[in-house]
């Protein structure tokens, strides 16, 4: 089985599960051949599974100039839906480096700042962000492709981070294709919620709910 995934929080449990199984391939690249696809809800469209959800926050809530990564990405793409929900306009200040997202934040150059919980749980949820508006978003991350295999893989991973998630986490970090400190990851499993949820979701339609006959957001 070959599986394809972006180096992010999603890969986490994957990597992991290497610990004990070899009969599996992890790309860290999009390929064509690969039994499954795994990155942000956003940029797959379509997903059979939520893997990961209560990932990202606003802290410390919805402010008028907003940090975030990216132009584009997936963290992108959702606060832009959110501004068109609260039908707001607030300023949006981007940074390539993931980390530099926070710094602005506690620099006083913005008001707030959408992160992920291995940096801070101070905010409030995405998810809960677009259930007050009555907008469903079952998770942050899935995976694309029916697999019975992936499924006990991916639980498989989740285990073994329950277990020693001291250990598990240096194992993460030494096998990741980026740089992250273990403790990083270890504070993502501890804060977010890891899960293999069966769904036929498509966050495509629900984009396109929400920017009905709207060409920009802003």
Known sequence: MIISTVPGPVAYPLIASTMKRHDFEIKFEKV???DVYLDAIPILGKVDYVLL??????????????AVWKKGSA????????????????????????????????????DSALVTVG?????????DLFKSKGVML???C??????????????????LFNENPEE??????????????????ERIFKNAEYKVERVN??????????????SSLY
């Open 201 to 214: 979701f498509n966050f495509d339609e629900l984009k396109n709910g929400i920017l009905h006959d709207t």
């Open 75 to 110: 963290n992108d793409i959702l606060l832009q839906l959110l501004v068109k929900l609260y039908n707001i306009s607030p300023q949006v200040v981007y940074t390539d480096n993931p980390f530099e997202v926070q710094k602005l934040y506690q620099d006083g150059e913005v």
């Open 168 to 185: 598990v986490s240096e194992y993460i970090a030494d096998n990741l294709p980026i740089p992250r400190p273990s403790s990083f990851i």
């Open 32 to 34: 064509p051949n690969a």
């Open 119 to 127: 940096v801070t749980t101070k905010g409030v949820f995405i998810e």
């Open 53 to 66: 959800s209560k990932l990202l926050i606003i802290t410390p809530k919805i402010g008028k100039k907003i």
């Open 142 to 159: 899935g995976a694309k492709g029916e697999n019975e295999d992936f499924s006990s893989v991916y639980k498989e991973g989740i285990d």
């Open 138 to 140: 079952p998770g942050i």
